[in-house]
C-alpha cells in the first residue's frame, strides 16, 4: 500500500508560479514511478509529468519548459515548480504512484486567474 499527499495548490494570477509537492508514504520501495496528473472541469484527466526510478522523465507538451517534475528519494516526495501558469493550467492536480497497481493522492486544487 502506498499513500500519497499532496499540498501546495491555491490561486495565482497568470504568469506566475505555483510548486506542487506529494509526500509518499508506506510501500515506497517499490514504486516504479511517479506524476503528476490533472483533470479539468469537464475533462478528462491528463497526464502532466511523470519520473521513472531510473530518473527518465516525460512532460505533457502543453507544459513543457514551463513545468520542472522532481524527486526527493530522501524524503520520499515528488513536486512540480509549475512557471509561467496559464488560465488553461486551472484544474485538479492528482500526484499518482505505479506500485503494482496505481495509486492515487486527493488532489489539490490549482486556479489560474487571467
Known amino acids: 500500500q502506498v499513500r500519497l499527499v499532496e499540498s501546495g495548490g491555491g490561486l495565482v494570477q497568470t504568469g506566475g508560479s505555483l510548486r506542487l509537492s506529494c509526500a509518499a508514504s508506506?510501500?515506497?520501495?517499490?514504486?516504479?514511478?511517479m506524476g503528476w496528473h490533472r483533470q479539468a472541469p469537464g475533462k478528462q484527466r491528463e497526464l502532466v509529468a511523470i519520473?521513472?526510478?531510473?530518473?527518465?522523465?516525460n512532460y505533457a507538451d502543453s507544459v513543457k519548459g514551463r513545468f520542472t517534475i522532481s524527486r526527493d528519494y530522501s524524503k520520499n516526495t515528488v513536486s512540480l515548480q509549475m512557471n509561467s501558469l496559464k488560465p488553461e493550467d486551472t484544474a485538479v492536480y492528482y500526484c499518482?504512484?505505479?506500485?503494482?497497481?496505481?495509486?492515487w493522492g486527493q488532489g489539490t486544487q490549482v486556479i489560474v486567474s487571467s
Open positions: 508506506g510501500s515506497i520501495l517499490s514504486i516504479n514511478l
Open positions: 519520473i521513472l526510478r531510473g530518473g527518465t522523465i
Open positions: 499518482h504512484a505505479l506500485s503494482g497497481r496505481d495509486y
